[in-house]
């Protein structure tokens, strides 16, 4: 046994059959994915200038301070986990709203401009399903197709992963003076990411 801090979560409101059944649909759409279709897992995160507190090396007696700017700014970005390449695919804004999920979706279709079907496994949170999403898939995305998560499942969402390391490796603790520096070291840090998963792929298909 250990004593830690336990993670608030709520509780998913569908029958657990229900919920299993969406999974596994996810499950196997990942697993038998045609060559010429891709899959993504998408999920929005707030970078805020006031940094994460969070455990730090410090020497015995002393306590670390984290200089915090007071007020608080923020930045949001979409991201999309490609399940293949694990490559990183985002886009920013100073809001987060239904045009920062579309910027990603035409992202997307510029990155996958030779997929037949691009598919899209994301939350239910409520910007992915509103009529400018919808206007969206009906034009300019028709070939992306979303897979919506039983609700408050963050755990089968993969790209979950990927902004708990950003918050754990950038911005807590963080000690950076402004929005813009912040943002070059959250960008530096999943550029870096990208081009470890791209050489792990290349090692992977050498061998």
């Avoid at 301070?65 to 007071?70: E, F, I, L, N, R």
């Avoid at 609700?151 to 990927?162: A, F, W």
Wanted: glycine share 4%; proline share 5%; with cysteine.
């Amino acid at each position: 046994a250990r004593r830690g801090k336990p993670r608030p979560r709520v509780q998913c409101p569908w029958h657990p059959a229900a919920k299993t059944r969406r999974l596994n649909q996810i499950a196997h759409l990942v697993a038998s994915l045609p060559r010429n279709e891709v899959a993504v897992y998408e999920d929005e995160v707030d970078i805020h200038l006031n940094p994460k507190i969070g455990l730090d090396w410090m020497g015995l007696g002393q306590q670390k301070d984290v200089m915090t700017p007071g007020q608080n700014e923020k930045r949001y970005m979409a991201g999309a986990l490609d399940v293949r390449t694990k490559q990183l695919h985002w886009v920013e804004a100073e809001k987060k709203n239904a045009w920062l999920f579309m910027d990603l979706l035409k992202l997307l279709t510029k990155v996958y401009a030779r997929a037949r079907v691009i598919h899209v496994i994301l939350d239910n949170y409520k910007i992915h399903s509103s009529n400018v999403i919808g206007i969206a898939l009906a034009h300019f995305a028709r070939r992306v197709r979303l897979h919506f998560l039983p609700p408050y499942c963050p755990d089968y969402n993969r790209i979950e992963r990927v902004w708990q390391d950003v918050h754990a490796n950038v911005t807590r603790n963080h000690k950076c003076p402004g929005m813009m520096e912040l943002m070059c070291e959250v960008r530096y840090y999943l550029q870096k990411r990208n081009r470890r998963a791209f050489d792990g792929m290349s090692q992977n298909s050498a061998a």
